[in-house]
């Protein structure tokens, strides 16, 4: 047996996460480190990147040039993809954000980065206030009044309707028809400290721990549905679908062309720092 001592990982609840570390959290990817998973949401997990806590995290690709000095971008395991952008949500359709309050998960997110630029080119008057707010409580603060719009992630753009509310943008479809690129969502992130022959060694564990949820889907739906809290079924089997692709299992040219392009289109409007030319690199 291993004396090797578990790596402290961190990652969200949400199924598209659950599926692909199943096989990796359970022992079942030969030769990769052991883990000791914390459940946290993206916004959370975001914090504990800027404070260096945890060998391996999953956060949003927005706050990478936050971090980059201290951890690593993993070529595999996180969230892009076409279709799966943010939406903004209203109360009536057609609404003109102009000095409007909007309710957004965290700012430093990719859907908000990719808010920001949206509306950059169609709100050229400005948006009014943002408020951050849990994702989950974003659609009833719509729904009550109490927003004009939300910024909704993850499952919430298969719901919507629920809540009687209407999609007045798709930020996906803006960002894919200005740029061409997969929408970057959701990055893997390990400590630099650990050094470029164990980064290496999460990213093959990473891939294969998604490889073998794609071979045996069934084998992850208990880990899955324990923690997708009350989460629809279905509903979980179309996020998964729609969040774990290609370039889950590897960014590729166009993986790492979204990221870069997303965080310098970011970072020539003011709202992160400049990347610096081998930042997404394991060893700059």
Not at 206 to 213: G, K, P, T
Not at 244 to 259: C, Q, W
């Amino acid at each position: 047996m291993s004396t090797e001592p578990a790596l402290k990982i961190a990652f969200s609840p949400c199924p598209n996460d659950t599926f692909v570390f199943d096989a990796w959290a359970h022992g079942r990817v030969p030769g990769a480190p052991a883990l000791d998973v914390t459940f946290a949401d993206i916004d959370i997990t975001n914090g504990m990147a800027e404070r260096g806590e945890f060998d391996v995290l999953k956060v949003s690709y927005a706050v990478l040039p936050w971090v980059l000095d201290e951890y690593a971008l993993l070529p595999c395991g996180g969230a892009l993809g076409r279709g799966c952008g943010p939406l903004v949500l209203t109360r009536e359709a057609g609404v003109d954000l102009t000095g409007r309050t909007v309710a957004v998960p965290s700012e430093k997110s990719t859907a908000y980065l990719l808010f920001r630029l949206w509306a950059a080119d169609v709100v050229p008057g400005g948006v009014g206030e943002v408020v951050v707010m849990p994702f989950h409580e974003i659609m009833p603060a719509v729904r009550d009044g109490k927003v004009d719009a939300g910024l909704v992630i993850h499952e919430a753009r298969f719901t919507y309707q629920d809540y009687d509310l209407h999609c007045l943008a798709d930020m996906g479809q803006h960002w894919e028809a200005t740029t061409g690129l997969p929408i970057p969502l959701g990055a893997i992130i390990a400590k630099r400290s650990l050094g470029p022959d164990t980064l290496r060694r999460l990213a093959d564990s990473a891939r294969a721990s998604v490889r073998l949820a794609w071979d045996d889907p069934e084998a992850s739906r208990p880990y899955v549905r324990e923690h997708a809290q009350e989460m629809d079924p279905t509903v979980a089997d179309r996020h998964i679908g729609l969040y774990v692709n290609e370039f889950t299992a590897d960014l590729g040219e166009d993986g790492y062309a979204a990221v870069r392009g997303l965080l310098t289109r970011a970072a020539a409007e003011g709202l992160v720092p400049a990347l610096s030319r081998d930042a997404l690199s394991f060893d700059h």
